[in-house]
């Protein structure tokens, strides 16, 4: 374990709850970029489109670390900074959530509501579980099927998640702590005597 180590949620959680009519429904999910957490975003704002609101927030490491939260025509203050300061309060990183409101008839006031989105965060979250994480790139090899055997032996060996794709040439894909991958990159350049490429992102 380094330093770097940070804690985020372990896969998709959700929780669900009514408040005076009002339905709240809490979706966390890990994501490794801005581009993955505003995806996610807008993968359940498409998908509950019919709701009254769907109020968003993430943390994700980057340099420097990236935080966002909306209120999505709540009351200022009622929605995203609430659902932030969960996951801030957590030391969550790498994550976002989303939570769908629908509205129930009975005006719930800014107190009400940011108890409310807060404790749809905090049960999705505690739904998900927390892990400990360390910071992860990814090594895109590209190499000619003569190698590609050594290839994915070497990654296979190093025990990270990893794709194969059978093209004209083999591209593998694999997932690898930060510290990691620059002495994974030397490790195939030995093995194929140079002869593997790599894809910057």
């Given amino acids: ?9 372990a896969g998709r959680g959700e929780a669900a709850f009514e408040v005076q009519g009002s339905e709240f429904v809490g979706r966390v999910r890990p994501v490794e970029t801005v581009d993955e957490a505003e995806a996610f975003v807008d993968e359940v704002a498409t998908e509950f489109a019919d709701a009254t609101h769907n109020v968003p927030a993430y943390r994700v490491r980057a340099d420097p670390l990236r935080e ?11 929605a995203g900074k ?26 719930l006031g800014v107190g009400g509501l940011a ?4 404790k749809a965060v905090k049960d999705a979250v505690d739904d998900a579980g927390v ?29 990270v998640e990893f794709d194969a794709d059978y093209g004209e040439r083999v591209r593998i894909d694999a997932r690898v702590p930060v510290e990691d991958a620059e002495a994974l990159r030397d490790r195939l350049r030995s093995a194929t005597s140079g002869r593997v490429e790599f894809d910057a992102e």
């Fill in 82 to 107: 609430p659902m932030l300061n969960v996951l801030q309060m957590r030391e969550l990183e790498n994550v976002a959530v989303v939570v769908t409101r629908y509205y129930g008839g009975t005006n």
């Fill in 131 to 159: 892990v400990a994480e360390r910071p992860h790139e990814r090594v895109e090899a590209v190499v000619d099927y003569d190698d590609s055997g050594t290839v994915r032996g070497i990654v296979e060996s190093e025990g």
């Fill in 115 to 118: 108890r409310s989105y807060s």
């Fill in 1 to 9: 374990m380094t330093d770097d180590t940070y804690e985020t949620v």
């Fill in 68 to 78: 966002y939260a909306s209120d999505d025509g709540e009351p200022t203050g009622s």
